[in-house]
């Protein structure tokens, strides 16, 4: 059965960085995506980045240029470098993995996403 990890959240001030990482165990990547989505108190879950299998990935515009997700192949784990990260970012990070899906797509909808982490707190404040 697969399962995913989180781990790397914390607290850091505005314009700090924190890697998170997503460990994936118990099963294959492919033919999948990973996705990081995120959820502030109050507010709707929300897709951050994704990288899918063909290591085509896709980025939220709200973090476009800040952070940075990549896959290691052989162990179908996924982490995500957070940088001049500021308070807005707050929540709590989930990692995703994907329903099978066609080469050329990237999914993005929380319903394409059959397997979940169980989260990590990243706080940013002064």
């Known amino acids: 059965q697969v399962q995913l990890t989180e781990s790397g959240g914390g607290s850091v001030q505005p314009g700090g960085s924190l890697r998170l990482s997503c460990v994936n165990s118990g099963g294959s990547f492919g033919p999948r995506t990973v996705a990081w989505f995120r959820q502030a108190p109050g507010k709707d879950r929300e897709i951050v980045g994704a990288?899918?299998?063909?290591?085509?990935?896709y980025y939220a515009d709200s973090v476009t240029g800040r952070f940075t997700i990549t896959l290691e192949r052989g162990t179908g784990s996924v982490y995500l470098q957070m940088t001049n990260l500021n308070p807005e970012d707050t929540a709590i990070y989930y990692c995703a993995r994907s329903r099978p899906h066609r080469e050329y797509d990237i999914p993005r909808e929380l319903p394409e996403f059959d397997t979940w982490g169980q989260g990590t707190q990243v706080t940013v404040s002064s």
């Open positions: 990288v899918s299998w063909t290591l085509r990935t």
